[in-house]
């Protein structure tokens, strides 16, 4: 799937792509709306009908991804809910394996994700993959989300990628159009995010349905 000789630097995405999705939808989806409606007297699905509008009319903005935001903007310790469920939060199959070759190989990736610096470091102590990556990089801390073009301007100022021979792997749709429209030229995304539910269509990106296929 991937020539490695024609590939300088690895870029991988953390929720959806080297983490299971599934705890992050169950957290927005159900767990918070469950938490949040039981302090103002709501059941569950009549929080849904006022979280969801809210929630969907910041996708794809930085702070869609801040939890300082959500929390302030809901009135709620984001971060303490998200580690009353931690448990839930699982690496994909195989990427360890997938990350121990690149290694190997002298290919030692970098993390660009949009998820705030508290969640990073949760789930990286949690699953343990922090130590095969030489950076990485959080979209808040250069202000700007994945899903725009300045991110990947501000991130090539900072790391000096040649894009030709970068390599970007994401589930977010988005990400790779503009990451494509920037010039990089390797992209691939994951046919099932969230072990929970169907495999999806990745539209006019390959899919990886497990990470062995790249090796």
Same mark, same amino acid.
């Given at each position: 799937?991937?020539?490695?000789n024609?590939?300088?630097?690895?870029?991988?995405?953390?929720?959806?792509?080297?983490?299971?999705?599934?705890?992050?939808?169950?957290?927005?989806?159900?767990?918070l709306?469950?938490?949040?409606?039981?302090?103002?007297?709501? *059941?569950?699905?009549?929080? &849904?009908? #006022?979280?969801?509008p809210?929630? +969907?009319?910041?996708?794809?903005?930085? !702070?869609?991804?801040?939890?300082?935001?959500?929390?302030?903007?809901?009135?709620?310790?984001?971060?303490?809910?998200?580690?009353?469920?931690?448990?839930?939060?699982?690496?994909?199959?195989?990427?360890?394996?997938?990350?121990?070759?690149?290694?190997?190989?002298?290919?030692?990736?970098?993390?660009?994700?949009?998820?705030?610096? *508290?969640?990073?470091?949760? &789930?990286? #102590?949690?699953?343990g993959?922090? +130590?095969?990556?030489?950076?990485?990089? !959080?979209?808040?801390?250069?202000?700007?989300?994945?899903?725009?073009?300045?991110?990947?301007?501000?991130?090539n100022?900072?790391?000096?990628?040649?894009?030709?021979?970068?390599?970007?792997?994401?589930?977010?749709?988005?990400?790779?159009?503009?990451?494509?429209?920037y010039?990089?030229?390797n992209?691939?995304?994951?046919?099932?995010?969230?072990?929970?539910?169907?495999?999806?269509?990745?539209?006019?990106?390959?899919?990886?349905?497990?990470?062995?296929?790249?090796?």
């Amino acid at each position: 799937m991937i020539n490695w000789n024609d590939v300088d630097t690895i870029l991988l995405d953390m929720d959806g792509t080297l983490l299971d999705l599934y705890f992050d939808n169950y957290f927005w989806q159900e767990y918070l709306p469950m938490h949040w409606g039981e302090k103002r007297g709501l *059941d569950v699905e009549a929080a &849904k009908r #006022e979280l969801i509008p809210r929630f +969907k009319s910041m996708e794809g903005t930085l !702070s869609w991804y801040c939890l300082d935001f959500w929390s302030q903007e809901l009135k709620i310790d984001v971060l303490q809910l998200k580690v009353d469920i931690e448990h839930l939060i699982q690496v994909r199959p195989s990427v360890p394996e997938f990350l121990e070759v690149l290694v190997s190989r002298n290919k030692t990736p970098v993390m660009v994700t949009n998820a705030h610096q *508290d969640l990073i470091t949760m &789930k990286l #102590e949690k699953t343990g993959i922090g +130590k095969y990556f030489r950076e990485i990089i !959080s979209s808040h801390r250069l202000g700007a989300p994945k899903e725009e073009t300045e991110f990947w301007h501000k991130l090539n100022q900072d790391m000096k990628f040649n894009p030709a021979r970068t390599l970007l792997i994401d589930d977010n749709l988005t990400v790779l159009r503009t990451a494509r429209a920037y010039g990089i030229s390797n992209l691939f995304s994951i046919a099932r995010p969230d072990s929970q539910a169907p495999v999806r269509n990745t539209e006019e990106f390959m899919a990886i349905h497990d990470f062995r296929d790249l090796m």
